[in-house]
């Protein structure tokens, strides 16, 4: 469902930035894909998938500054060692 929506998205866009069917077409398109996202099962999936972010960002960071520190742990010794020969 993702990728059928992100093609559409990108093919809408595509269209919009390419075509040479004037002013008009392009105000048919915008009202059109504006009706689409104010729509309420649109809107709905939107507050869901922020929802989603906002409970996973925490997790997220805890997780990447777990593993940058364990980067740095593993990659400290040898960058010190071989910066201090130069």
Same mark, same amino acid.
């Given at each position: 469902?993702?990728?059928?929506?992100?093609?559409?998205?990108?093919?809408?866009?595509?269209?919009?930035?390419?075509?040479?069917?004037?002013?008009? !077409?392009?105000?048919?398109?915008? +009202?059109?894909?504006? !009706?689409?996202?104010?729509?309420?099962?649109?809107?709905?999936?939107?507050?869901?998938?922020?929802?989603?972010?906002?409970?996973?960002?925490?997790?997220?960071?805890?997780?990447?500054?777990?593993?940058?520190?364990?980067?740095? !742990?593993?990659?400290?010794?040898?960058?010190?060692? +071989? +910066? +201090?020969?130069?």
């Amino acid at each position: 469902m993702r990728g059928r929506l992100i093609f559409l998205t990108g093919a809408a866009l595509g269209y919009v930035l390419g075509a040479r069917a004037g002013r008009a !077409r392009y105000e048919q398109i915008r +009202s059109a894909t504006t !009706r689409v996202w104010n729509s309420d099962g649109v809107q709905k999936q939107v507050h869901t998938v922020e929802d989603f972010i906002a409970d996973r960002t925490p997790d997220v960071a805890d997780f990447i500054g777990e593993t940058t520190k364990k980067v740095v !742990r593993k990659a400290g010794p040898k960058g010190s060692s +071989s +910066s +201090s020969q130069s």
